[in-house]
Nanobody, 117 residues
Framework: QVQLVESGGGLVQPGGSLRLSCAAF????????MSWYRQAPGKERELVAI????????DYADSVKGRFTISRDNAKNTVYLQMNSLKPEDTAAYYC??????????WGQGTQVTVSS
């Protein structure tokens, strides 16, 4: 059974940092495209960062470029999102998504990030 479990969210002050983790079960992230999305209250879910199939490239939303970094640890079967210089507008529920080579999408349950003083 495929499962994604996010962790690492919390409350942080503006300018602070958090690292989100997404542990995968039931498949190998090394052969999947992995991404992070976020959804703020009253807004649509948006793509934040993506690590392409096999992890050969990454891309980011303009709003987080230079501040967020997506990475993989294939040995731990875990994907990370390092978030630096956080802003109040980064407040959202963050979701991990995996897309298999068969183009099946799997989602985690989400982890809340709140940036506030």
């Amino acid at each position: 059974q495929v499962q994604l479990v996010e962790s690492g969210g919390g409350l942080v002050q503006p300018g602070g940092s958090l690292r989100l983790s997404c542990a995968a079960f039931g498949f190998r992230i090394s052969i999947a495209a992995m991404s992070w999305y976020r959804q703020a209250p009253g807004k649509e879910r948006e793509l934040v960062a993506i690590s392409s199939l096999f992890g050969t490239s990454t891309d980011y939303a303009d709003s987080v470029k230079g501040r967020f970094t997506i990475s993989r640890d294939n040995a731990k079967n875990t994907v990370y999102l390092q978030m630096n210089s956080l802003k109040p507008e980064d407040t959202a529920a963050y979701y991990c998504k995996a897309r298999s080579t068969a183009r099946n999408d799997y989602w985690g349950q989400g982890t809340q990030v709140t940036v506030s003083s």
